[in-house]
Nanobody, 116 residues
Framework: QVQLVESGGGLVQAGGSLRLSCAAS????????MGWYRQAPGKQREMVAT???????DYADSVKDRFTISRDNVRKSVYLQMNSLKPEDTGVYYC??????????WGQGTQVSVAS
């Protein structure tokens, strides 16, 4: 069973930065797509960013040029550097990983709150 442990959420002023981290307990992590999703109050969960084992990335339009996803396969970890944060970035951020042909696995989530 995949376990994901997230850290790094918190409260920050608009324009500030936060870095989220997630450690995954999986074998052959290089075969997994890793990503971050978020859910704002009253809204559906949405993709923020994903990264393949080969380092290909994909971002939601709303976070392009502000957020950067990266991974460390040795540490079996994925990171999300969030800069120029806006109040609309507020939500619960979930780490996720998906193996070949498998469904997404989810972490517990970490709260990110951006004050205006």
């Amino acid at each position: 069973q995949v376990q994901l442990v997230e850290s790094g959420g918190g409260l920050v002023q608009a324009g500030g930065s936060l870095r989220l981290s997630c450690a995954a307990s999986v074998s052959f992590i290089g075969m997994y797509v890793m990503g971050w999703y978020r859910q704002a109050p009253g809204k559906q969960r949405e993709m923020v960013a994903t990264i393949t084992g080969g380092g290909n990335t994909d971002y939601a339009d709303s976070v392009k040029d502000r957020f950067t996803i990266s991974r460390d396969n040795v540490r079996k970890s994925v990171y999300l550097q969030m800069n120029s944060l806006k109040p609309e970035d507020t939500g619960v951020y979930y780490c996720s990983v998906r193996g070949p042909g498998k469904p997404w696995n989810w972490g517990q989530g970490t709260q990110v709150s951006v004050a205006s």
